[in-house]
T-cell receptor, first 112, second 112 residues
Framework: DAGITQSPRYKITETGRQVTLMCHQT?????MFWYRQDLGHGLRLIYY???????DKGEVPDGYVVSRSKTENFPLTLESATRSQTSVYFC???????????FGPGTRLTVT | KQEVTQIPAALSVPEGENLVLNCSFT??????LQWFRQDPGKGLTSLLL?????REQTSGRLNASLDKSSGRSTLYIAASQPGDSATYLC???????????FGTGTRLTIIP
């Protein structure tokens, strides 16, 4: 199916564990983004990537690691999960940084 | 630093009425402004994108306007329907920082 997919859709993990959220897009968009959405904060950019092997920090990058070895995939890793990282995570893609972005369905992550 | 505000946080309107959603931003040097729709438990869907040089954009029953000098954008929805119930977010891309800055959204409920 064409579009942007995220997996898993729901995840519960314990404090201190490593967890990886997956994002896959089929449009061959150059840019990919990871956001988190929290009540009262709206969407905040964690990391973004302009192309394979090119990544950059967003507004709230601490505690997260990204990689992009292939254009279509942009995984987000929480190296040692904390309760403050409980959130809904959205992946998005787009042709250019400031242009229209297409969002995935989100991953609801709970850190206990 | 660009800040984006959407007031009110929630709005209820009877079906059939026309309505206006508001978005304000602090830095008028914007590249573009986008309006998104988010249904509960889903990702964001792009509705309209207004370039800095434009005053408005229309798509079906939706019309978005932009007034950079006053730091405001409005999303006008004509003849509202229950299917319009969702959270509407605006996001701004600024010159010098093209990454999107999101507002916290207005949750719209259309009452049948």
């Amino acid at each position: 199916d064409a579009g942007i997919t995220q997996s898993p859709r729901y995840k519960i993990t314990e404090t201190g564990r490593q967890v990886t959220l997956m994002c896959h897009q089929t449009w061959s968009h150059s840019y990919m983004f990871w956001y988190r959405q929290d009540l009262g904060h709206g969407l905040r950019l964690i990391y973004y990537s302009a192309a394979a092997d090119i990544t950059d920090k967003g507004e709230v990058p601490d505690g997260y690691v990204v990689s992009r070895s292939k254009t279509e995939n942009f995984p987000l890793t929480l190296e040692s999960a904390t309760r403050s990282q409980t959130s809904v995570y959205f992946c998005a893609s787009g042709l250019r940084l400031a242009y229209e972005q297409y969002f995935g369905p989100g991953t609801r992550l709970t850190v206990t | 630093k660009q800040e984006v505000t959407q007031i009110p946080a929630a709005l209820s309107v009877p079906e059939g009425e026309n309505l206006v959603l508001n978005c304000s931003f602090t830095d008028s040097a914007i590249y573009n402004l986008q309006w998104f729709r988010q249904d509960p438990g889903k990702g964001l869907t792009s509705l309209l994108l207004i370039q800095s040089s434009q005053r408005e954009q229309t798509s079906g029953r939706l019309n978005a306007s932009l007034d950079k000098s006053s730091g405001r954008s409005t999303l006008y929805i004509a003849a509202s329907q229950p299917g319009d119930s969702a959270t509407y977010l605006c996001a701004v891309s600024s010159f010098g920082n093209e990454k999107l800055t999101f507002g916290t959204g207005t949750r719209l409920t259309i009452i049948p």
